[in-house]
């Protein structure tokens, strides 16, 4: 652990701008180095202020502080960033459970739920909830706590290492500037690299699911029907977003000499892949 | 400013044109069909901007120059005007079928000369 | 810890609730011309729920004042931006009698254009859910305090 702390410090003194701090900042909370622990978290947001994931960081260590205001406000602000973001929405379902309001508890745990069916620990919280119906005392039933709960920003990196290059095997390409990402932001495959090679990869996906469901919004209020692409020219690169299946986000981004045109060309075949690939999994 | 939107509406199939401040998502300057609600299309045009702005940021493709939102039943199409105009967009709603790059060039026209 | 959404008159919770997710409004307040508040987002204290419904009250009445004077309608709305926080004051007409709205929000996750929006639809779902042919209630100087604390108590799930 201390091995880990070191070289993701080191990590993170070489390139401040990445999340590496997401990692850094958990494995000194499970260390119980708090301190340190909010340094690195706080540091991180003034970066990242829109990170679902860095205020959901920053509210753990505050809920091992004690600290449940705080970290209410901060769990409050990464769902109004990202709706879908799992730890903070079995964060918030915690600290209402802590002060005994079940039933914002369980709607929280039931968004969540809806989000990632398949997460066994939304069970076991439901049925403390329900078991317990009541709201624990200091030093009595353990509440479900988002420390063991959570996303972490870990899983999130490991869930990206699925297949990453056989997602978009044989496409023009294919290991680099393509991202397939879930609705709640977080990497299923592909990766992406910045003009000076640093990895983007997870910061990326982590503003995508923002853009997305701003995108469906605006689609719906105006009328336009669903929305199938989202094409942009930016002064260093150009990029088209689409989504292979309701809950998927395929990200193309391609110099700017590449035209739009040919881009969602790209796009198409690449969502095909992904298509197929999401299918099979 | 009306005499400029009229360039970008005069193309066919598209249903309406507008500046918008990007900061507070308000209609500066519109020409719309009936039908279109200008208020509502500068507050979302304005908050995708600035959710998009924040991807490409992240992703080191620079500040956007325009952007296409592409959906079932019509367009939305986007030019951000430079920082010295004071952050205005160059908006256009859209039939489906549009001329996409000429409605693009109309836009960066605007953006140029009357942003 | 900051209850989410609560309301002492439960037909404003929904569309309340709506404003807030849609909008990505911080703080939300329905009060009435008075400062009776009917509903609130996002405070974590009742302090500051008193202070803010004083002081929004304190607007409207000072607002319509400057309207009388003009010789003209009250003015429909107002608005105040900071360089990180905008906040926006609208009253409407119900069945319930005049409510005011009052909405605080961070400007990078939302803007005045969106609050406006969604006010909008705020405004005409209190009117479709506001409790018909209701005679708003007089509050009693005698009863003021007692009704007070009962509101609070509400609003923050005492």
Same mark, same amino acid.
């Given at each position: 652990?201390? *091995? ?58 505050? &809920?091992? /502080? ?9 769990? *409050? ?12 929405? /079995? ?6 459970? /802590? ?12 968004a969540a739920k809806r989000v990632e069916p398949d997460d066994p620990s939304l069970e076991q919280a439901f049925e403390m909830i329900r078991g317990g ?47 397939? %990402?879930?609705? =709640? ?7 992406? +690299? ?9 910061? %990326?996906? =982590? ?12 689609? /719906? ?26 809950? =998927?986000?395929?990200? %193309?981004?391609?110099? +700017? ?11 198409? +075949? =690449? &969502? ?10 | $400013?009306?005499?400029?939107?009229? $360039? ?9 044109? $507008? ?11 519109? !020409? ?23 991807? $490409? ?12 939102? !592409?959906?079932? !039943? ?42 | ?12 919770? #929904? ?24 509903? #609130? ?34 003015? @429909?709305?107002?608005?105040? #931006? ?33 609050? #406006? ?16 042919? @209701? ?6 100087? @005698? ?16």
């Amino acid at each position: 652990m201390a *091995d880990d702390i070191r070289a993701l410090s080191a990590q993170l003194a070489q390139d401040p701008q990445s999340l590496v701090f997401l990692r850094l900042g958990e494995a000194l909370r499970r260390k119980g180095q708090l301190e340190a622990a909010l340094r690195v978290a706080m540091n991180g947001l003034e970066r990242h202020p829109h990170l679902a994931d860095a205020h959901d960081l920053y509210a753990r260590i505050l &809920t091992d /502080k004690h600290d449940y205001e705080r970290a209410f406000d901060e769990w *409050d602000m990464a769902v109004r960033i990202a709706p879908h973001h799992t730890g903070a929405l /079995k964060g918030l379902a915690f600290l209402y459970f /802590k002060v005994g309001d079940i039933d914002q508890a369980e709607a929280h745990l039931a968004a969540a739920k809806r989000v990632e069916p398949d997460d066994p620990s939304l069970e076991q919280a439901f049925e403390m909830i329900r078991g317990g119906g009541r709201p624990p005392s200091r030093g009595s039933t353990p509440a479900p706590e988002p420390a063991a709960t959570a996303a972490s920003p870990t899983a999130a990196v490991s869930s990206g290492a699925l297949d990453e290059a056989r997602v978009f095997a044989g496409l023009e390409g294919a290991d680099e500037g393509l991202l397939l %990402v879930d609705g =709640a932001g977080r990497v299923l495959g592909g990766a992406l +690299r910045d003009a000076s090679g640093a990895d983007v990869t997870d910061s %990326v996906a =982590a503003y995508l699911a923002g853009v997305s469901q701003e995108a469906a919004r605006t689609a /719906k209020l105006l009328g336009l029907g669903a929305w199938n692409g989202l094409s942009a020219e930016g002064q260093h690169g150009n990029v088209h977003l689409a989504h292979p299946t309701p809950e =998927a986000l395929l990200l %193309v981004v391609r110099e +700017r000499g590449m035209p739009l045109g040919r881009l969602a060309i790209l796009a198409h +075949r =690449a &969502t095909i892949m992904a298509q197929r690939w999401l299918e099979r999994q | $400013m009306s005499k400029a939107l009229d $360039m970008i509406t005069r193309v066919r199939g598209v249903r309406g044109a $507008m500046l918008v401040s990007a900061e507070d998502g308000l209609v500066v300057a519109e !020409q719309l069909m009936e039908g279109i609600k200008g208020g509502a299309v500068a507050a979302l045009a304005a908050s995708l901007a600035g959710r998009l702005r924040r991807a $490409m940021d992240a992703a080191g493709t620079g500040t956007s120059v325009f952007w296409h939102l !592409q959906a079932e !039943q019509g367009a939305l199409l986007v030019v951000p005007g430079s920082e010295a105009a004071g952050s205005l967009l160059v908006v256009a709603v859209t039939e489906p079928d549009v001329n996409i790059g000429l409605v693009r060039l109309e836009l960066l026209r605007v953006a140029e000369t009357a942003v | 810890m900051s209850p989410h959404t609560r309301a002492v008159e439960n037909w404003t919770l #929904q569309p309340l609730t709506d404003f807030v997710r849609e909008a990505s409004a911080r703080l939300v307040l329905v009060l009435t011309p008075s400062g009776q508040v009917l509903a #609130q987002s996002g405070f974590s204290r009742a302090v500051d729920v008193m202070s803010a419904a004083a002081l929004a009250s304190a607007i409207v009445a000072s607002t319509n004042e400057l309207a009388r004077q003009l010789r003209q309608a009250p003015f @429909a709305a107002l608005s105040h #931006q900071g360089p990180k926080t905008g906040f926006f004051l609208a009253t409407f007409v119900t069945d319930r009698g005049t409510l005011a709205v009052l909405a605080v929000y961070d400007l990078d996750v939302s803007s005045l254009g969106l609050v #406006q929006l969604f006010y909008e639809q705020l405004a005409a779902d209190l009117k479709a859910a506001s409790p018909k042919g @209701a005679v708003p209630k007089q509050v009693l100087a @005698a009863d003021f305090e007692r009704e007070l604390t009962d509101s609070l108590n509400t609003l923050f799930g005492r």
